[in-house]
């Protein structure tokens, strides 16, 4: 109880010293409150940047963990398209999987009103959407009901859009895919797109069988993806193989892998150098309120020498001097510390700061607690370091001299 009471009664006078001495404290603490708002903020908004690379990787290759599985015949008999589905369906429901569909690539004559001309088209499912992270600028995205449509619906991508006049998607514009038989499609989405993109449209694997030429769907061999635990994904990755195999017959060899960025190292933060760097000049930044600090504590010890002194000699034990002034150099940056923690918050929580570092993300991560923490536990051992040379001078004086001086 002794020493609870003790540590209260030094932080008590040390925040009563330091409201004597604000002016020059507050001096020394500003650059204490910067750099622990830059070392904040760093960790904070690398955590936002990183978020954002990891939805990048996911939307190219799946979600960890995604297991891509296909089938081949070995022999020259053709493998019937609608019997890989088969096995596979009855693979996902078999193991319950909640996310899994086709995926397949082909290309469509769309007629612009410029001319016709041939748009790369993937055929996907709904789950598409979900295990790729799929982020639309307009509408939305196929669901279950979609499948249920006459006419097709599409969703296209941002030049696409902008090449048939960018028209209200609530009009439900539709354009004319060429081919044995023109059909309607109705564009019901908008997908963004690199300036280096081609046209290009996502069409539901069911409307793709309805409307595509039989020459083509007899060779078009989609793929087959699902997204599983992580942690199930080596033993479910040889039960699918089994299974589909089992399916299919001793003439149709089965591939599953996983290929999600995991496997092939995406998940490192091509930011981390920037990161390190900033991390560096805010450690240089919080070494110079350092100094700063030890200089006016030292400055306002030397002020005290003559109080020092009346309380050793009535009894003050040099241990509690030394704790004494070492905690108004702690409670000061400590305070500072939290100033610099609310900065970076409002800093990061900034829209405009969210979209510069990580445009497009669809989980943002909340502020880290880790990030709080770490710049407080900086403030603190600033504080202490700064501290410690002007508690060693305080204890060193000798209590005649302090109270001559």
Do not use: C
């Not at 009563?16 to 001096?27: G, K, N, Y």
């Not at 061999?221 to 997204?227: D, G, I, V």
């Not at 017959?249 to 996983?258: A, I, L, N, T, W």
């Not at 990061?348 to 990580?358: C, D, G, Y």
Request: hydrophobic letters at 50%.
């Amino acid at each position: 109880m002794r020493i609870i009471t003790g540590i209260v009664g030094a932080v008590d006078e040390a925040w009563s010293e330091l409201r004597i001495h604000r002016t020059r404290v507050l001096l020394s603490l500003v650059g204490v409150a910067v750099a622990v708002a830059a070392l904040t903020g760093v960790v904070a908004l690398g955590a936002m940047a990183q978020q954002a690379t990891t939805e990048s990787y996911e939307r190219q290759s799946g979600r960890p963990a995604t297991l891509y599985a296909s089938a081949y015949s070995m022999t020259t008999e053709t493998l019937a398209p609608a019997d890989v589905r088969a096995a596979f369906d009855q693979v996902v429901d078999r193991y319950q999987i909640t996310y899994a569909g086709a995926v397949g690539y082909a290309a469509s004559i769309v007629q612009f009103v410029g001319g016709a001309q041939y748009v790369s088209a993937m055929t996907v499912e709904p789950d598409y959407a979900t295990m790729h992270r799929v982020i639309l600028s307009e509408g939305r995205w196929f669901t279950e009901r979609d499948a249920e449509r006459l006419a097709p619906v599409i969703v296209v991508n941002q030049h696409f859009y902008e090449r048939i006049g960018s028209p209200n998607l609530a009009t439900h514009p539709t354009v004319s895919l060429l081919g044995d038989h023109e059909t309607v499609a109705v564009i019901i989405g908008v997908v963004p797109a690199s300036e280096y993109e081609d046209l290009s449209m996502f069409l539901l694997n069911s409307a793709y069988l309805r409307i595509a030429p039989p020459s083509e769907l007899e060779y078009a061999m989609p793929q087959f993806e699902m997204w599983v635990p992580t942690d199930l994904a080596d033993q479910l990755i040889e039960l699918v193989r089994r299974d589909m195999s089992g399916a299919l017959g001793p003439d149709v060899q089965v591939d599953v892998s996983r290929q999600d960025y995991e496997v092939w190292g995406g998940g490192l933060d091509p930011l981390e150098p920037i990161r390190m760097l900033v991390l560096g000049a805010a450690g240089i930044v919080l070494l110079l309120g350092a100094l700063g600090l030890v200089n006016i504590s030292l400055v306002t010890v030397r002020q005290r020498i003559r109080e020092i002194g009346v309380r050793r000699s009535f009894g003050a034990t040099a241990g509690r001097v030394f704790f004494s002034v070492m905690m108004e150099s702690v409670v000061g940056a400590v305070v500072a510390g939290v100033v610099g923690v609310f900065l970076a918050v409002l800093l990061v929580s900034n829209p405009l700061v969210q979209q510069s570092v990580a445009p497009g993300i669809l989980d943002m991560p909340a502020f880290p607690i880790d990030a709080a923490l770490l710049g407080l536990a900086a403030a603190t051992a600033v504080g202490a370091l700064a501290g410690l040379l002007p508690a060693l001078y305080a204890v060193r004086v000798k209590v005649i001299d302090a109270i001559r001086y």
